[in-house]
């Protein structure tokens, strides 16, 4: 039996970033990963999605698809090369609250992890609909679109959340006949209605095809070379046992955690077990399960930080980007809180003049205090200015702090200062 001081399981950015902050801090690290480090958003979803997002064609990003992912794989292995942190490549499954089964290819090995702080970090998968015709062979996950050597001619997307909206964007740039199938009323549901209806119209008339308000009950009759299952994730729990350490997962499959990430349910003295990232649902984004890490990490060595996770910006990398943080209008409204709305376009800003981007529209909220509270955008480079405006507040900035704020001129960031002016 091997003890540690922290037992990690998963190697995705959630678990290779509180592994390497762990060690900094002086911690033993033994991390659990079955497959290639830097999980699904290094090898299936982020990195590849976007290396095919800033391709010309699509023999290019096949070409520098796996260039990219495979440098970037290496360094996330020099990562866990680091003094402080062992790396076991297998499967794990919960002996009980503070001792880990390593197992290869399906066989328990004798290899057995006990520490006195465990952290799941094992991520999601694609969920597909449970349809009578889903094993159809023309239907993918986004992981073997990427995998794809020839371009589909026409491509079908089921659901216009992010991972649908980012492929049917980028795969009608490369000359696909793209339809979208959605069954809500519009996309993007994390956007303000507003930006997603517009950045929708854009894409329609790039030739994209959206069928709203639409329920899939049939594969039969889409007619479609691919069919990709953008319909969301699902957690990644199977084989882990969560039961043997006093574990219950909730309804969705996901793993319940209070405040701090700590597993709901897990109330050993003696130890002491977190979740992070899309394993427990809360937010499924490769920065928050990063913050979340580092947030875990300072719980168990008695660190206080102030990382504010009621604020968590998100990106669409479309063409052009939408991006946001905060609540959306409707929310607003259903929240029935005091509100103002600020707008500014892109057809206005200099910059985006000059570089031909003048599609675009920003809506910054602020609360009766004159706080900015949230801010929703399309256009390019959107995913900056979203990113400025969530560091404003996380400072509890106002409106007309913002406007006092000096900003480069011509730059795009000057959108968001328009807003307020």
């Not at 039996?1 to 998963?10: A, K, N, Q, S």
């Not at 033994?30 to 391709?55: A, F």
């Not at 990430?261 to 050993?268: A, E, K, N, T």
């Not at 602020?366 to 996380?394: F, N, P, T, W």
Request: charged residues 20%; contains cysteine; glycine residues 8%.
């Amino acid at each position: 039996m091997t003890t540690t001081d922290l037992i990690i399981i998963g190697a995705g950015p959630g678990g290779y970033r509180a592994a390497e902050y762990a060690a900094k801090q002086g911690l033993h690290v033994v991390i659990i990963e079955k497959d290639e480090v830097g999980g699904t958003c290094l090898n299936r979803g982020c990195i590849p999605t976007k290396t095919y997002v800033h391709s010309t064609t699509f023999a290019e990003a096949v070409g520098r698809q796996q260039q990219v992912v495979s440098q970037l794989r290496s360094g996330v292995e020099q990562i866990l090369s680091a003094p402080g942190i062992t790396l076991v490549r297998g499967t794990a499954s919960f002996v009980d609250a503070q001792t880990i089964q390593v197992c290869n290819d399906g066989i328990v090995t004798n290899e057995t992890i006990t520490a006195p702080h465990i952290i799941i970090a094992t991520g999601s998968s694609a969920r597909l609909l449970p349809l009578p015709d889903i094993h159809d062979p023309r239907v993918m996950t986004s992981t073997e679109l990427l995998q794809l050597q020839t371009l589909p001619k026409r491509l079908c997307i089921i659901g216009a959340g992010v991972i649908g909206m980012e492929f049917a964007s980028v795969f009608n740039r490369f000359g696909s006949e793209v339809t979208v199938i959605e069954y809500l009323k519009e996309c993007l549901p994390m956007v303000d209605c507003d930006i997603a209806k517009r950045l929708r119209k854009l894409l329609e008339k790039r030739g994209i095809t959206f069928k709203m308000k639409t329920a899939v009950q049939s594969l039969k009759d889409i007619d479609a070379d691919v069919i990709l299952m953008a319909t969301g994730r699902k957690a990644n729990t199977e084989g882990l046992n969560v039961e043997a350490a006093g574990i219950t997962l909730a309804p969705n499959g996901t793993i319940p955690v209070d405040d701090n990430f700590r597993c709901i349910g897990c109330d050993s003295i003696a130890t002491r077990i977190f979740a992070i990232g899309d394993v427990n649902g809360r937010q499924m984004l490769a920065h928050a399960a990063e913050m979340q890490a580092i947030h875990v990490v300072n719980q168990i060595i008695g660190k206080k930080d102030g990382i504010r996770f009621d604020i968590m910006p998100a990106a669409i990398f479309t063409e052009p980007e939408a991006a946001c943080v905060g609540p959306t209008e409707d929310q607003l409204k259903e929240q029935g809180i005091e509100y103002i709305c600020k707008k500014s376009f892109w057809r206005a800003n200099g910059k985006a003049l000059a570089m031909n981007e003048t599609e675009g529209m920003l809506k910054l909220f602020a609360d009766k205090d004159d706080r900015i509270i949230g801010c929703h955008a399309y256009g390019a480079h959107a995913a900056d200015l979203i990113q400025e405006c969530s560091v404003l507040m996380c400072k509890d900035t106002a409106c007309s702090e913002l406007r006092d704020m000096v900003h480069i001129h011509p730059t795009l960031s000057e959108i968001l200062k328009a807003a307020v002016e």
